[in-house]
């Protein structure tokens, strides 16, 4: 509901300002004033509803491991795709996309490939995972 408030007073705003710039320059006079103040609220309602519409977020997607809330609880899993043969980096699946990652702890560990592990955090482009936390098998959110 605030968006429609804010577009009012901005469109109410653009219209004054436009008044008021005519006015001043000498460009109108009285008889004119309620065409110049449509003029400048349509405009006005134009740019308020280009610039909200290239600000305001309409979709946000969470990748693995990045949370909603510092608070929230990670569920993220993912499968083994490659790697893991007596080291600690490997490839995981997660969502139908694959990363680079790391076990949690830094140790070398040998998982085949299709072992589902627990995603813990994301350290830019590499996804850090733990295989002794994991309860589920699934890979969708």
């Given amino acids: ?21 005519l006015r001043l320059t000498g460009m109108v006079d009285d008889d004119r004033l309620a065409l110049y103040m449509l003029i400048g609220i349509g ?11 290239v600000t305001a977020p309409t979709r946000v997607t969470l990748g693995p491991a990045d949370r909603r809330m510092a608070s929230s609880r990670l569920e993220a899993t993912a499968e083994v795709v490659s790697g893991f043969h007596g080291s600690a980096e490997g490839r995981v699946q997660v969502r139908g996309e694959t990363w680079q990652a790391r ?18 955090e994301r350290d830019g482009l590499v996804l850090v995972v733990s295989g002794s936390e994991c309860n589920s098998v699934s890979l969708d959110p």
Avoid at 1 to 21: D, E, K, N, P, V
Avoid at 43 to 53: F, I, N, Q
Wanted: aromatic fraction near 8%; charged fraction near 5%; include cysteine.
């Fill in 1 to 21: 509901m605030s968006w429609w408030i804010s577009l009012a007073s901005a469109s109410c705003l653009f219209g004054l300002l436009t008044y008021l710039a």
């Fill in 43 to 53: 405009l006005g309602d134009v740019l308020v509803a280009l610039s909200l519409e």
């Fill in 103 to 120: 076990m949690a702890d830094g140790q070398a560990a040998t998982l085949p490939a299709g072992s589902i592990l627990n995603v813990i």
